[in-house]
């Protein structure tokens, strides 16, 4: 039972940009924290993003003013805007869900979040 489905990942060439989303079935959906992880090949997990019910938002220092996290409640929908992408930027990316409130602590570890979805590849060349 897939909870969590990403969509938009791909190739592109450095420099350029990309945008992924996640859309989920879960309710209500703006009650929960969401976050983008990404993991590349031989390395662990890491937090891209994360922003809250509340709209507040968390950038890892390596994507800072590069990519844009952001929901539409609405629709039920993650996105996260990627501009300026490097090599580095290649992993999977993971949308990641979690009922209720983050502490600032704990927006980047992935023990915090219960719903994963099955993850997108981007790859920048």
């Known amino acids: 039972h897939v909870q969590l489905v990403e969509s938009g990942g791909g190739s592109v060439q450095a420099g350029g940009s990309l945008t992924i989303s996640c859309l989920t079935k879960e309710y209500p959906y703006d009650a929960y924290c969401m976050a983008w992880f990404r993991q590349a090949p031989g390395k662990e997990r890491e937090g891209v993003a994360a922003i809250d019910s509340d709209g507040n938002t968390v950038y890892a220092d390596s994507v800072k003013g590069r990519f844009t996290i952001s929901r539409d409640n609405a629709q039920n929908t993650l996105s996260l805007q990627m501009n300026s992408l490097k090599p580095e930027d290649t992993a999977v990316y993971y949308c990641?869900?979690?009922?209720?409130?983050?502490?600032?602590?704990?927006?980047?570890?992935?023990?915090?979040?219960?719903?994963w979805g099955q993850g997108t590849q981007v790859t920048v060349s």
């Open positions: 990641a869900a979690v009922l209720g409130q983050v502490r600032n602590d704990q927006y980047f570890d992935a023990s915090t979040y219960r719903l």
